[in-house]
């Protein structure tokens, strides 16, 4: 059986907001799903979590253990920061809280026996990056990315930051690739890989907004932007 230790660790990361980071988290839980196997989320956006479809869970069961249960979300294991802050109130702890609550969600969850923990990340490349790839012993990440060269630029120092830590880079995850901003062409695949230095795991398009969280449930119309890849993380 694996355990929290041996389980796969995954962040998915940006140092660019709204650039679909919770979005793929939810796509890949579901594809991988889909493919056999069990998946956690841990949704660490300190500034805005939205993983949990459903605002109103509270923790509340607990076992023996004190540790707190999962909320079950289609099949997906998800324990989010917005269990244990009000939707309206700001996050506005100092880096050894922010720390400690990142570090007890993931410590104190009842995971059970996952294969993959998906850690959806926020923003920048602050304290919540620190203590996931410090504390939480997760070693590999995800970069998730439009193609315009804003969001390029902001991710050269999401690089920079898995450089410092010794984090290895799994692959790059083009989102809304049918966007560019005003002027300019979209940055190419393969431009956007020689500039980040990686492989274009999954070029995802623009759907629109609306539907976009139905659309991750519907995989067959999905799956086609993904590369085989993604199954070998
Ligand atoms: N492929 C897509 N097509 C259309 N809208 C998208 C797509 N991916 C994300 N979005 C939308 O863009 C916004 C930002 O996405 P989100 O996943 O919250 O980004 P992040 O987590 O990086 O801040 C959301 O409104 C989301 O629904
Ligand atoms: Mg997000």
Redesign the pocket.
């Known amino acids: 059986m694996l355990t929290l230790d041996c389980m796969e660790k995954i962040a998915i990361s ?1 140092t ?9 988290t939810l796509m890949l839980s579901q594809y991988l799903k889909k493919n056999g196997l069990k998946i956690g989320i841990l949704d660490a ?1 300190i500034y ?1 979590p ?1 993983i949990l479809a459903n605002r109103g869970h509270k923790i509340s069961s607990t076992d023996a253990q004190s540790k707190f249960l999962p909320i079950n979300q289609g099949g997906i294991e998800v324990s989010s920061i917005s269990l244990i802050i009000n939707d309206s109130e700001a996050a506005i702890w100092r880096g050894p809280m922010l720390s400690q609550a990142i570090k007890a969600l993931h410590d104190n969850t009842n995971w059970s026996d996952l294969d993959y923990l998906l850690i ?1 990340m926020p ?1 920048g490349t602050g304290d919540a990056y620190l203590t996931v790839f410090q504390s939480l012993d997760v070693k590999k990440s995800l970069l ?1 990315t439009t193609n315009d060269k804003y969001a390029l630029y902001d991710n050269l120092k999401t690089i920079s930051l898995f450089k410092k830590l010794s984090i290895e880079l799994c692959g790059i995850i083009e ?2 690739s049918e966007d560019f901003s005003l002027d300019e062409k979209p940055i190419h695949n393969s431009e956007l890989a020689k500039y980040l230095s990686s492989s274009v795991l999954a070029s ?6 609306a539907i ?2 139905e659309e991750t449930l519907k995989l067959n119309r999905l799956e086609k932007y993904f590369t085989k890849e993604l199954l070998k993380l």
């Open positions: 940006s660019k907001g709204g650039v679909g980071k919770t979005s793929f956006d805005g939205n959806d923003p998730v989102n809304m995802l398009p623009l759907t629109k907004r976009i969280h």
